[in-house]
């Protein structure tokens, strides 16, 4: 059984490094599994793609698309293009698909424009927000893939209230986790660290990039002034997106103990969240990181499609508002921020059990 997997943009790294192990060792035990792994080039940059692969041990793919950045049509466009003409010459007995960037929606499509069952990891979540072009990705390609494996139970029940047939539906857990589990030993300390002299616990981790948040350059700075001024005087890393250093290069902002960084590898990244106090962020990967690492993350975001870091994890979702800052930080410098627990079966084993539905699947 030949498997066509599909890396587009950073975030989905993260999740198809522990399928790759999986299948690996599926087919050293005599599995009749096999892949082939397909990155569309929807993000490629070495700071920003290229250490993921070195760092997560990411073989070198076996197609490149190269369709690079653009607007959402562009990149559709692009991404069917070149993934029709792949899957031409390559034909696999199924895609598999991660996430929700436009790579998994593009992908998804033009497998089965050609007849190739689609498999959707992360299937099922929601955010309910149609303005997020994540979530019309997540939609397109739950209303057409064939295998749904999902992070939590919520998901399943999202995808059965949509029509989809249980038996479609496999609950998995969160292949994010099984690579932060894996690496937790290969840790790297980051310069920043040595530099600024940090100390676990004695620092916070900021991250933002969502347009609610940087696109507009007067609030923009308005997160950060409340950030500089209501953290005790504590060192805040910012390991910062293109999108935001676009919009704060054309300001005049000053903070002395927020530090402005290039985007860093996984290991260095994860080593920073670890050990801090805590995290504020409009990212929704981190936010599972961070529940499972007992961290406790604010979350500049007005919904979120893993509500399980809310309501059973250490995030607490406060907002777009800048001013919601202050309660948050209030709340986190006091120690009153809530412990949290594990999502069920983010244990680190959840692409072995992909791989396990898969055999079954082949025979």
Not at 73 to 90: D, P, V
Not at 158 to 186: C, Q, S
Not at 187 to 198: A, C, N, S
């Amino acid at each position: 059984m030949l498997i066509t997997l599909v890396a587009g943009a950073r975030p989905n790294f993260m999740k198809i490094a522990p399928i790759i192990r999986a299948i690996e060792k599926s087919s050293s035990n005599g599995s009749i599994l096999r892949y082939r792994l397909v990155h569309t080039g929807q993000h490629y940059d070495k700071n920003m793609s290229g250490q993921f692969f070195d760092q997560l041990q990411i073989p070198t793919p076996h197609a490149n698309l190269e369709v690079g950045s653009g607007t959402q049509a562009e990149q559709t466009a692009g991404i069917l293009i070149a993934f029709e003409k792949e899957l031409i010459s390559n034909k696999p007995d199924m895609v598999i698909v991660v996430g929700d960037v436009t790579s998994t929606m593009a992908c998804t499509i033009a497998a089965k424009k050609l007849c190739i069952p689609v498999a959707h990891v992360e299937a099922g979540i929601r955010s309910w927000d149609i303005t997020m072009p994540e979530e019309i990705n997540r939609m397109v390609t739950d209303s057409i893939a064939d295998w749904f494996y999902t992070t939590t139970e919520e998901a399943g029940t999202n995808l059965r209230n949509t029509g989809i047939k249980p038996e479609k539906i496999v609950f998995v857990g969160n292949t994010m986790i099984d690579t932060l589990y894996a690496n937790l030993h290969r840790l790297i300390k980051p310069q920043i660290w040595d530099d600024v002299q940090l100390s676990s616990g004695e620092y916070l981790v900021a991250t933002l990039h969502r347009p609610s948040n940087v696109d507009d350059p007067q609030r923009l700075i308005q997160l950060l002034s409340i950030l500089r001024d209501n953290t005790n005087g504590k060192p805040i890393i910012f390991p910062i997106h293109p999108r935001t250093a676009k919009m704060l290069s054309g300001t005049s902002f000053k903070a002395d103990n927020i530090h402005f960084l290039e985007p860093l590898g996984y290991l260095e990244f994860v080593y920073l969240v670890k050990n801090s106090k805590g995290v504020i962020t409009d990212s929704g990967g981190i936010t599972e990181e961070t529940t499972v690492l007992g961290i406790p993350c604010i979350t500049l975001r007005d919904s979120t499609e893993r509500p399980e870091t809310v309501a059973i994890g250490t995030n607490e979702l406060i907002g777009t508002n800048p001013t919601a800052l202050l309660p948050a930080l209030e709340k986190l410098f006091k120690g009153n921020w809530k412990s949290g627990d594990i999502p069920p079966l983010w244990d680190g084993h959840t692409s072995d059990r992909i791989v396990k539905h898969l055999e079954l699947l082949s025979k």
